[in-house]
């Protein structure tokens, strides 16, 4: 069947002052949280920033919920994009084809970590403390999101290894238990990572993430100007380890 190649519609006038409108009021909702915090988010607060009334912004966004998730979608993707640019960047022309030097997984950490510091009033939307009444939708577009940010760090540290190999990576035996929940979590994906390692992405992730939220809530504060050098080593450290722990290809 031939692909329907058709350009796309042009949208109306209603529509694209709608678009202009939601555009306007999403930028000023990331004022205000980069302004007064993550919790101070209300619909009134961003209505009166805006000069307009709550009944109005409804007809936008009816919830504080809808205009949260929005915003915890555009957090997310703003993130991925400057991961994934710092991967490409970072790791233009490196690899081997066996897995690489994984010169674009420390490069994608790394702009994790700048993107983080450089906006942590955001970062704290989507990993500080829960906004109180707020329940993300299931497989709404913010768990799409999540995923997104997890494909390009098990690309820059497992591209190049096959299945097999990473099927039989050296760790701490799992669980049964343990196992069988990993097995099905995305039964529909042919890229699925076997539990193993799907568990050394988990952990090398929440050590990669741990030293971010430590330096974006100001816990590292003592080390000054040494930090960024101290996590590059730390990144390069940790990838060391995964990638000792897979086996070469027979």
Do not use: C
Request: without cysteine; negative net charge.
């Amino acid at each position: 069947m031939a692909v329907d190649e058709r350009p796309a519609r042009p949208l109306s006038v209603r529509e694209r002052r709608r678009a202009v409108a939601v555009r306007e009021i999403v930028d000023a909702a990331e004022a205000h949280i980069a302004e007064h915090g993550p919790a101070a988010l209300s619909l009134r607060a961003v209505a009166r920033g805006l000069g307009m009334t709550v009944q109005a912004l409804y007809h936008y966004f009816p919830s504080r919920d809808a205009l949260l998730t929005t915003l915890i979608t555009k957090t997310y993707d703003d993130l991925v994009a400057a991961v994934q640019e710092a991967a490409d960047t970072g790791g233009a022309g490196e690899g081997d084809g066996d897995g690489g030097d994984g010169a674009g997984f420390v490069a994608a950490t790394e702009g994790y970590r700048r993107w983080a510091v450089a906006n942590p009033e955001r970062f704290q939307l989507i990993y500080g403390t829960p906004l109180r009444y707020y329940a993300a939708p299931a497989e709404g577009p913010t768990t799409q999101a999540v995923r997104r940010m997890s494909a390009v760090f098990e690309r820059e540290l497992f591209g190049g290894y096959t299945y097999e190999q990473l099927m039989a990576a050296e760790i701490p035996p799992l669980s049964p238990e343990l196992s069988a929940h990993l097995g099905p979590l995305r039964p529909d994906d042919p890229g699925a990572l076997p539990p193993a390692a799907f568990a050394l992405l988990f952990s090398g992730w929440g050590h990669m993430h741990g030293l971010v939220v430590l330096e974006v809530f100001g816990h590292t504060s003592f080390l000054g100007e040494h930090r960024a050098e101290l996590f590059r080593m730390s990144m390069r450290n940790l990838l060391a380890d995964i990638r000792r722990r897979i086996p070469d290809a027979a």
